[in-house]
């Protein structure tokens, strides 16, 4: 290997049209940057050698979660008091977290600590493989490289225990006995179980009801690490029993499952709520994914040309992208960043940036971000875990900031790409995963037709085993395309509070 100095690349034209003359602020008077450069082996396709994967995955465990907030030219606006429209204090959110969590919700240092006791389960696990898709590669015939960061090894099978771990460790930290949470296709229920079970934790969890009847065994692992689980909504809450008074029938949503959650918070003084996305100090601790990610590219000398994930409320996304953010930033790499979102439920396609509330009754606070409107029910499309209403606050700033781009893409394509996936590298990816993957395949395919050797890098959260019946309904032919209704979330954009941004 060699050390070599090269003049620093100029900062994306994208940051340059947001912020004029942000070149100087951000890169000062740093004349170069010095970084690795390993040879590659000449043996097989590339990098795909034993040796490399090697070298690859052996990278440690971080030991610090980092903060896009501190590096960015323009901080996100504040989330407000649901009643007083007035920024949030301490205070207002002690009922439903643990001090901790809420000093990192608001944090603008650069890194957080992560606790020894965190970092001991974490090595049940992580650090998670960066994998070269190679067979996949060979079949799309594109020169392109394609590497996905793989999550689904975690005890739960995907990226929710990242965060899952210090949520509940904080809540035990502070005495609490009790949380509880949503969840949409069960793996972040599964994930708070498990880390609940590890601390001595009660858990109860709201389900989304499409889920809950879609995919039974997300709802048996959560029992057996000791979870209660109810459907969304339920008759347990006043929330979950006003809606199923309006609708008998009604599929449930995340909004919805997070109102009955933040209910029993709030009106308990021993519980606390946990919260498995969109939040910054979820996005946070997510962002062991990028970091660890960043040292094994760095230890096979590869710099993403694209970087593509899947995003609901944005944990994922947020949690391989803001480490690459922050070296776009200071201008060592210019990567386009590509969220992906379903057809179905496009917050940021098709959503309005405004402030409006996390949950479907109006409990949670108003934060600014990318949504369809409060009151807005998706179709129960086979990704649950997608069917959010909003998006993360940061991701949306972030968004809007010109940083990242987004497309939607309908899930018949998704599982198209995850049969192509699945037999060529092995792995049967969830249904929100599959987002990602038939991005990357567009890229791909993009690269054959103009013979550009882009490096792709895709976020991989989690397996499809419990996802199966899904997968069934495709081979069967019996999955449709359910379409994202404009007049429905009109309607439900129409109900957003009306406040000065």
């Known amino acids: 290997m060699a050390t070599v100095l090269l003049p620093c690349s100029p900062v994306s034209d994208r940051l ?13 008077s740093a004349p170069s940057l010095k970084f690795t450069v390993h040879k590659k082996l000449s043996h097989g396709h590339g990098l795909r050698t034993r040796a490399v994967y090697g070298d690859v995955n052996k990278v440690e465990i971080p030991r610090q979660w980092y903060n896009l907030v501190a590096d960015l030219p323009l901080k996100p606006p504040p989330a407000l008091h649901p009643k007083t429209h007035k920024p949030l204090k301490h205070e207002d959110l002690s009922p439903l977290f643990p001090d901790e969590l809420i000093r ?4 603008d240092d650069r890194f957080i600590p992560i606790p020894d006791e965190v970092i001991d389960i974490y090595k049940l696990w992580r650090p998670t493989p960066l994998i070269r898709a190679k067979r996949l590669e060979k079949l799309l015939e594109t020169p392109a490289k394609i590497y996905y960061k793989y999550e689904g090894t975690s005890p739960a099978g995907s990226h929710k ?31 708070l179980a498990f880390a609940c079970s590890l601390f001595g934790l009660n858990c109860e969890v709201w389900q989304v009801r499409a889920s809950y009847d879609q995919k039974p065994y997300r709802k048996l692992m959560m029992q057996t690490w000791g979870a209660q689980v109810h459907p969304s909504p339920s008759s347990v809450t006043n929330a979950g029993r006003k809606i199923l ?10 909004g919805i499952a997070i109102s009955e959650a933040v209910e029993v918070a709030a009106t308990h003084e021993d519980t606390k709520y946990c919260l498995g996305s969109v939040l910054n100090h979820v996005l946070l601790h997510q962002t062991i994914i990028g970091e660890e990610c960043l040292s094994q590219l760095e230890a096979v000398g590869e710099t993403p040309d694209v970087i593509i ?79 959010y209403h909003g998006m993360a606050p940061l991701i949306s700033h972030v968004y809007e900031m010109g940083f990242m781009e987004a497309i939607a893409i309908p899930q018949t394509e998704c599982f198209q790409a995850a049969l192509q996936f699945a037999r060529t590298e092995g792995l049967i990816p969830a249904p929100e995963p599959t987002h990602a ?8 395919l993009h690269c ?14 989690g397996h499809g085993h419990f996802d199966l019946a899904a997968y069934e309904k495709y081979l069967q032919g019996n999955m449709v395309d359910l379409s994202y209704s404009n007049e429905k979330a009109q309607a439900s954009i129409a109900a957003i509070p009306h406040l000065v941004p």
């Open 16 to 28: 340059r049209r947001s912020f004029p003359g942000v070149e100087r602020s951000l890169l000062g």
């Open 437 to 444: 993957i038939a991005a990357a395949i567009r890229e791909a």
């Open 161 to 191: 225990p990242n965060t899952a771990v210090p949520q509940a460790w904080y809540n035990a930290q502070q005495g609490v006995k009790n949380v509880v949470t949503e969840t949409g296709a069960g793996q972040w229920g599964s994930s």
């Open 309 to 387: 994930g899947c995003t609901g409320g944005g944990s994922n996304f947020g949690g391989l992208t803001f480490p690459f953010i922050r070296e776009m930033l200071k201008g060592r790499m210019d990567p386009l960043i590509r969220a992906v979102e379903p057809a179905a439920c496009p917050s940021l396609t098709e959503g309005v940036y405004a402030y409006d509330y996390g949950d479907t009754v109006g409990m949670t606070p108003l934060m600014k971000m990318h949504t369809l409107g409060h009151n807005f029910v998706p179709d129960p499309i086979h990704a649950g875990g997608l069917r």
């Open 245 to 254: 008074q309006e609708d008998p029938s009604s599929p449930g949503s995340l």
């Open 448 to 461: 054959k037709d103009t013979g550009e050797e882009k490096v792709i890098l895709m976020a991989m959260c």
């Open 104 to 107: 990192q919700e608001v944090s």
